[in-house]
């Protein structure tokens, strides 16, 4: 069964530089979440779209943007990259309807920030 | 608010012998509760979840969990450990708006199986 893809799955910049990490749900699913999960840490949510709006904020910097497009992926944009922005960042997908959501994560963009 | 507390952040069990691993949520709302579990360099695979209706959930790989409101509680249990089952367990609540609420985890418990 397909998955959600995310890429780059390693990536590494330097200080005050940008990122940008790409996520694709599995087809047909229209909700999209972001997570960061720091060295150690628990995931964190950062921010979701649903049906390319987005749903709900959490956590996300300010220097951080997000949006999903009309085929459903989403991309998380990072600027003024700081060096605790190295983490892990996980997109998951669910199907909006049907009943309490089911989210399936992608397998994560490891960022570094030197 | 919603929030996860998992007691023990690292546990340590010898092959054959039970798993049991701690959740307690707080949450004015009904919850909706799930355990995840991270193998190293890997995403988050759900292992089960609780909406609604019967209290006893069945996962995958022998894992249930019991959803005890009185309590507050999730606890994940396995009756016999496996190798295999050596990774991170990520306790999670939900109480999202509408059908699309976003995760709250726990701290994690890192579950290490003695040969």
């Known amino acids: 069964a397909a998955g959600v893809i995310q890429s780059p799955r390693h990536l590494i910049k330097e200080k005050r530089e940008t990122a940008t990490l790409k996520c694709y749900p599995i087809p047909r699913h229209d909700t999209v979440y972001w997570y960061q999960q720091g060295p150690g840490q628990d995931p964190q949510f950062l921010i979701s779209f649903y049906e390319k709006m987005q749903s709900d904020k959490g956590s996300i910097p300010d220097r951080f943007s997000a949006q999903q497009f009309s085929d459903y992926h989403s991309e998380l944009n990072m600027s003024s990259l700081e060096l605790g922005d190295s983490a892990l960042y996980f997109c998951?997908?669910?199907?909006?309807?049907?009943?309490?959501?089911?989210?399936?994560f992608g397998p994560g963009t490891r960022l570094t920030v030197l | 608010a919603q929030s996860v507390t998992q007691l023990g952040s690292h546990v340590s069990v010898s092959e054959g012998a039970l798993v049991l691993l701690r959740c307690n949520y707080s949450s004015s709302v009904p919850p909706y509760l799930f355990w995840y579990v991270q193998y190293p360099n890997q995403g988050l695979q759900l292992l089960l979840k609780?909406?609604?209706?019967?209290?006893l959930v069945k996962g995958i790989n022998g894992f249930e969990a019991e959803f005890k409101k009185s309590e507050t509680s999730f606890h994940l249990t396995k009756p016999s450990a496996h190798m295999s089952d050596a990774a991170e367990y990520f306790c999670?609540?939900?109480?999202?708006?509408?059908?699309?609420?976003?995760?709250?985890f726990g701290t994690g418990t890192r579950l290490t199986i003695i040969p």
């Open positions: 999670a609540v939900s109480v999202g708006r509408g059908l699309r609420g976003k995760l709250t």
């Open positions: 998951a997908s669910s199907l909006g309807s049907g009943g309490p959501n089911e989210q399936f």
């Open positions: 609780y909406t609604t209706g019967a209290t």
